[in-house]
């Protein structure tokens, strides 16, 4: 035995051993390498195969090792089935990241990854990420798919105006939307094969902006059968997208309808925003079984749409209890600043890289706040003339995750202050500022007198 070896094996027998009956899991898309304390079984290291009776076997053979925690990393989709049987069998699993668990300098193996996890979790050295409960799980594969649909629409929608570039149709050029009532009459009659610019331009809305002779002028364009034909193809693949959606907007109102509490008749506060329909919203109205879930109307929020609020939901759950503070909760969003400190000095100070669907919302919701007349706008306008537009969201997008962690957490209602008496607010803090600073300095701040 080498003498690097034994140094190892001294250092770890004087820490203490946390999770005894612990066990490691390196993930792989076509087999599982699985390891145990090497006093459990003759061959601490078992290779099976990701097949769903391997992984029965697997969990039976963990069991007749005394096993009761297993460690794994959350490597692409290949851990979900795996996570789901064992927690079905009894086991506390730890899911953790594997940017967390790098192995020491050395040679990389299959074998070496799951040791290596088992070593760790051992001595109570893995921080498990965060895993909703089961019914949360069914609400994000719900709305995960109703978004992935809504993108594959959106690139649909791409293709149309392309076929209609290609023509010299510029029908994108006089409308907002070319899939709204207008767009979607034009469309249809120049793929039944009517030319006449005039005549296609009498499906304009009265709200358009633009008058009738000047989407004529638009419409008149060089029609060509290919062209024809993917125009053709892109508006029945949007229409199929659409159609999805609504099929993933029932099995939502199904879901909400049998689940959560069902002994509050409570009513949710009326709304004050208008109620005009958003271009991917939910087909049907998820105020109510909202406000029943979470306890609260966290549409108060300013720029959070039950659309919104129900992605949230479908990310984190409803337990916030999960986060030891609102500031923790940011963090795990990644709109907290990761602070790098070194002697004393701060190297660097930017968020964390992370892909948080939930970070996502929130930073769209501060995007929208840009003309709001509330105390929220004001903030994002004064932090975007003083940082900047990507930070003035982050930081925007930070105070409305802590918002709904502690509407959340304490059931309150979100009550808002507006932009003047942020405005004032605002004052009376850099009034207060000045004045101390000059007294620093030996001065007094004296106000000018009014003309």
């Not at 939901?313 to 209890?321: H, K, N, V």
């Not at 925007?396 to 209602?413: G, I, V």
Request: with cysteine; charged share 25%.
């Amino acid at each position: 035995m080498s003498s690097r070896s034994s140094r190892r094996k001294r250092k770890s027998a004087a820490m203490e051993r946390i999770n005894v009956d612990a066990a490691g899991i390196d993930v792989g898309a076509s087999s599982h390498f699985v390891a145990v304390p090497e006093d459990r079984d003759s061959q601490p290291v078992r290779e099976f195969l990701a097949y769903t009776t391997d992984l029965y076997r697997l969990a039976d053979w963990l069991a007749a090792c005394g096993i009761r925690t297993v460690a794994m990393e959350s490597t692409g989709v290949y851990w979900i089935p795996l996570f789901q049987i064992l927690e079905e069998r009894g086991f506390e699993v730890c899911l953790v990241d594997a940017r967390r668990v790098r192995n020491v300098t050395g040679r990389k193996t299959d074998v070496s990854d799951c040791q290596w996890l088992q070593q760790l979790h051992t001595y109570g050295l893995l921080a498990a990420a965060f895993r909703p409960d089961d019914e949360t799980c069914v609400l994000r594969a719900y709305m995960r798919q109703r978004d992935s649909l809504v993108i594959q629409a959106g690139q649909h929608i791409q293709h149309m105006q392309k076929a209609l570039e290609l023509m010299n149709v510029k029908l994108t050029e006089v409308l907002s939307d070319v899939t709204g009532t207008t767009g979607m009459a034009i469309i249809e009659d120049i793929l039944a094969g009517k030319r006449d610019p005039d005549e296609l331009a009498k499906h304009r809305h009265p709200r358009c902006k633009h008058d009738q002779v000047t989407i004529a002028r638009a419409l008149t364009g060089h029609y060509r059968t290919e062209h024809i034909f993917a125009l053709r193809h892109a508006v029945a693949l949007y229409r199929q997208c659409q159609t999805l959606i609504g099929e993933c907007d029932a099995e939502l109102e199904r879901f909400l309808e049998q689940h959560g509490p069902t002994d509050d008749d409570s009513t949710p506060p009326p709304s004050e925003r208008a109620n005009r329909p958003a271009k991917n919203g939910l087909g049907f109205d998820a105020h109510g079984h909202l406000y029943r879930l979470a306890g609260v109307d966290l549409t108060q929020i300013p720029g959070l749409s039950t659309a919104s609020v129900l992605t949230l939901l479908a990310e984190t759950g409803l337990d916030m209890s999960r986060w030891r503070s609102s500031k923790a909760f940011a963090s795990w969003l990644g709109l907290s600043p990761n602070n790098r400190v070194s002697g004393g000095k701060v190297l660097a100070s930017r968020t964390k890289a992370c892909v948080n669907r939930a970070a996502r919302v929130f930073r769209m919701a501060a995007y929208g706040l840009h003309h709001a007349k509330s105390a929220l706008g004001a903030y994002y306008r004064r932090m975007r003339m003083r940082l900047g537009a990507p930070k003035a969201i982050t930081a925007t997008a930070h105070k409305l995750a802590r918002l709904f962690y502690s509407m959340l957490r304490t059931k309150k209602s979100f009550a808002d202050i507006g932009q003047d008496a942020y405005d004032k607010a605002y004052q009376a803090r850099r009034i207060k500022g000045l004045q101390r600073t000059a007294r620093q300095l030996g001065f007094q701040l004296v106000p000018c007198a009014p003309d």
